[in-house]
């Protein structure tokens, strides 16, 4: 069975082709980092324009790379949310419109199961029931997957997602959109206890995160030392990235822990674009490796947005019968 995925939720265009469910034939993916980089983020308006000029010639390039004919592609399947309204309809509605003239089922797909599906495609072995913690720029979550289309969110983030509090911190420190790679570099370089910051935490929610209150620590404290010496050192920088790097680990390593202890899971994917932060991945690796757990975390090509995971995750949804009509809407937020 081939699926045709189109991603398009942020800023990133992606279309692809996948084979059964797990071998991707082709993932063209055009990122939209350099236009919103003087802008300091992601503006939405221009987003969707630019997904509108790249999605028709990135469809074309990733039917060519895959070698599968237009005419065999059996489902095309797109994100339907969550993510920005705007780019989310300009994606949906370029699939609604190959479906229906290819005359082939319209399958939509959630975004944060997408990213979960991506660790299928190089671990042909893995299959649910697992714990789930998904991260990036807009999502922080933990979910119990008990089935290929079955998620229940056990905690997520009350506030500011992982990878916004990286973006946002990264700005106030100087470094360019998208700025958690210079964070996870200058962590390399700089002491984790050298900066304090309180561990953010949920009164009564022990699995939900906090992630606004660290990120706005952190900015004042960058501001203080601005205001005393006029300009961050380079040592500075460094210690900073470090101890803000070493709080967010610390407060999602906590909480995996005590999801794993509540549930019961051998198994944990972990996937999003801040799965591509080492720091991260390897306190990951640490805390799995003591408490013998298997941990699933995809390649790095596959932790940002793609259209891969989209088509894979689409072909269990096709499987479970979880079909769109051509009404089918756009949400910029989401629930399983």
């Known amino acids: ?15 692809s082709v996948v084979r059964n469910g797990r071998e991707v034939l082709s993932n063209i993916i055009s990122s939209q980092a350099d236009i919103h980089a003087k802008y300091g983020g992601v503006v939405p308006e221009i987003a969707s324009r630019a997904h509108t000029e790249a999605i028709y010639s990135l469809c074309e390039s990733a039917l060519a790379q895959s070698g599968v004919d237009i005419a065999d592609i059996n489902a095309v399947a797109a994100t339907y949310a969550p993510g920005l309204i705007g780019a989310l309809l300009v994606g949906l509605n370029f699939g609604k419109a190959l479906a229906y003239k290819l005359n082939v089922p319209l399958i939509p797909v959630n975004h944060i199961a997408g990213h979960i599906a991506a660790a299928y495609i190089e671990n042909k072995n893995l299959e649910p029931p697992f714990l789930a913690f998904v991260a990036s720029g807009g999502h922080t979550s ?32 100087g470094f360019p959109y998208p700025g958690g790679a210079e964070i996870e570099k200058c962590a390399n370089l700089g002491d984790k206890t050298s900066v304090k910051i309180p561990m953010a935490k949920v ?14 620590h952190v900015i004042n404290y960058i501001n203080s030392i601005q205001q005393k010496n006029g300009v961050l050192t380079d040592t500075d920088k460094n210690n900073i990235a470090a101890s803000f790097t070493e709080n967010a680990i610390q407060s999602v390593i906590l909480r995996i822990k005590r999801a794993i202890e509540i549930t019961g899971h051998k198994t944990l994917v972990c996937a999003g674009g801040v799965m591509a932060n080492g720091h991260i991945r390897d306190a990951l690796k640490n805390l799995c490796s003591t408490l013998d ?24 949804e096709f499987q479970a019968g979880h079909i769109a009509g051509l009404n089918q809407n756009a949400f910029a937020t989401f629930d399983f």
């Open 293 to 316: 757990v298997k941990l699933y975390i995809p390649d790095k090509k596959y932790c940002g947005d793609n259209a891969a995971m989209i088509a894979v995750q689409g072909f269990y």
């Open 1 to 15: 069975m081939y699926i045709l995925g189109i991603e398009s939720s942020c800023d990133e265009t992606s279309v």
């Open 142 to 173: 933990i979910l119990n997957v008990s089935d290929y289309t079955k998620f229940e969110i056990l905690g997520m983030t009350r506030d500011d997602a992982i990878g916004e509090a990286f973006d946002k911190t990264a700005r106030a420190m």
């Open 203 to 216: 009164e009564g929610s022990e699995l939900d995160f906090s992630f606004s209150g660290i990120k706005t």
